[in-house]
């Protein structure tokens, strides 16, 4: 199959969109749904960025540089980020065990009940597209996407 193939396939004869950009729309209504969800649970005082933070697997013992490095983000943004989730009594910034020099995030109970209501959302938001696609599409797309997790890690 050539990349022309790929590229013509909608029936209009208009060039279907990049994998990576529907990837980027699916990502971003999941990213949404999380968000509005999170905010109904009452945390009114974060944003979609401090939200944003949080990936599989979560924040806990990670180096700020580290998760700059899984987020891409620069380690100065995610250090403001990380600042205002400590002030507000989510994380601290603690020595590093095995390096001194170093810091690790530890979630403290509210940040913990935070991550439990972004991983709730996450699952809301993943039934929902489970419900739209129906059973069978949603087992493909979702089996496919493990593999290429897996393939491309």
Do not use: C
Not at 19 to 37: H, K, L, P
């Amino acid at each position: 199959m050539s990349s022309d193939s790929l590229a013509m396939d909608h029936p209009s004869g208009e060039p279907n969109r990049y994998i990576g950009a529907t990837i980027r729309v699916v990502w971003q209504w999941v990213r949404d749904q999380i968000y509005a969800g999170v905010v109904a649970g009452g945390y009114e005082d974060l944003n979609a960025a401090h939200v944003g933070l949080w990936r599989y697997p979560g924040l806990d013992g990670l180096r700020p540089s580290e998760l700059a490095d899984r987020i891409g983000i620069t380690k100065q943004s995610v250090n403001d980020l990380l600042g205002h989730l400590e002030r507000q009594g989510y994380l601290q910034r603690v020595p590093d065990p095995s390096d001194g020099r170093a810091r690790v995030i530890r979630l403290t109970s509210r940040g913990r009940r935070l991550e439990q209501t972004i991983y709730s959302q996450a699952q809301a938001a993943q039934m929902r597209i489970a419900e739209i696609l129906g059973p069978r599409r949603f087992n493909h797309f979702h089996s496919s996407l493990e593999l290429l997790t897996e393939l491309l890690s």
